[in-house]
């Protein structure tokens, strides 16, 4: 049976993709040797790295327009503390809209003062705070740009003359978006990007070359970049498959196609949640995620029922983050839009039968 991957991550990725990584893995371009047993000072390595460094700049449209990229380990948690270790000297700005903001606000109170300027957590996060005041003073402002979780996520990017951090785990590469009004943005791999193991970074070298802040080789952002993410031994794996799913982008029109790809999948979903009787969406209608869908039954006694409809129909990954309940449909980029026909026609059958 086909299996339809709504799962938030480790998520969704190309079956082609999936496919010649898997080939990698037994033997790389004729090389008589796997892509795990080479060393990743090898050309060939270097060429890999080289290419998935690059190929983020071009699909963010940041090509020559002084930004470095680079590949680190730890997650998009790491960079949580990374981005304050390295850019906060005395006070940074953060909007709070989930978990994973609190997540960063957490590890950035150990290195600074952190105001939070704004934060729907009294409304268990369900839209994005809008019209805060922004102070000048701060070393940065640092923004989640999608609620992987709650399912909400930012469709303007606030005016504002501080730097910018953000991170994008969830939506890299998802939509035409002006990349260029941000300093550092950073994305764990493993939600529309790659496997799980390596998180992209990208950073403006205007304030790359600003760092003033003593840090630990293996967190500085310098010594990262100085070393073309070989510091040390960079997860080989995780880098080649991004950098496979980057060329699946770019063959696919770059992101400013997928990112109409990835609305016509979104407003099907949130069309028939709107439409249907039987649900309801969690989230204010103009910060819905075109990523992550959150809705619930209306009626929780048709529970059993729905699942039994959406398992029947190969849909997998559905179940909601336990801090929101009900269900959440992950609709990343390598998500065709045939899996979300098939959930659409769950809930109209769902609908139907009772
Ligand atoms: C998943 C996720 C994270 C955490 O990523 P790890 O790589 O597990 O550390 C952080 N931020 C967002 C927006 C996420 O979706």
Not at 28 to 49: K, Q, T, V, W
Not at 152 to 180: C, G, H, N, W
Not at 223 to 252: G, H
Not at 286 to 292: G, K, L, Y
Request: aromatic share 10%; charged share 25%; proline share 3%.
């Amino acid at each position: 049976m086909k299996i339809h991957n709504f799962s938030a991550g480790p998520s969704i990725l190309p079956k082609e993709v999936i496919h010649q990584a898997a080939e990698a893995v037994k033997e790389l371009d004729n090389s008589g040797l796997s892509l795990i047993e080479i060393s990743h000072r090898s050309s060939a390595f270097i060429s890999i790295m080289d290419e998935a460094c690059a190929l983020a700049l071009k699909l963010t449209g940041l090509e020559n327009k002084g930004y470095k990229s680079i590949f680190v380990q730890g997650g998009a948690s790491l960079q949580f503390l990374m981005t304050a270790y390295n850019f906060l000297n005395r006070k940074a700005g953060y909007i709070n809209t989930g978990t994973w903001s609190e997540k960063a606000i957490k590890e950035a109170k150990l290195f600074g003062e952190v105001q939070e300027l704004a934060s729907s957590k009294e409304a268990n996060y369900n839209f994005i705070p809008k019209g805060y005041k922004i102070p000048n003073d701060l070393d940065y402002l640092h923004l989640t740009s999608n609620n992987t979780i709650f399912g909400t996520q930012i469709k303007k990017i606030p005016e504002t003359k501080v730097p910018l951090v953000a991170d994008m785990s969830s939506d890299i590469f998802s939509r035409k978006f002006d990349y260029s009004k941000f300093d550092c943005f950073y994305a764990g791999a493993q939600k529309n990007m790659g496997p799980a193991g390596t998180t992209l970074v990208i950073i403006k070298e205007e304030i790359l070359n600003k760092i003033s802040n003593t840090v630990p080789s293996m967190l500085s952002y310098k010594i990262q970049a100085e070393k073309d993410s070989m510091f040390n031994t960079p997860p080989v794996f995780a880098v080649y498959t991004s950098m496979l799913n980057m060329r699946w982008v770019e063959s696919k029109g770059g992101i400013e196609k997928l990112g109409e790809h990835n609305m016509h999948k979104a407003k099907l979903l949130y069309g028939e949640i709107d439409r249907n009787s039987k649900f309801v969406g969690f989230t204010a209608k103009e910060d819905r995620s075109d990523m992550n869908a959150t809705f619930n039954l209306v009626n929780q006694s048709d529970t059993e029922a729905f699942d039994g409809l959406c398992n029947a129909a190969g849909i997998s990954g559905l179940k909601g983050h336990r801090s929101v309940g009900g269900y959440r449909a992950s609709m990343y980029n390598a998500l065709p839009i045939e899996s979300v026909d098939v959930l659409v026609e769950c809930m109209k059958s769902l609908e139907k039968n009772k």
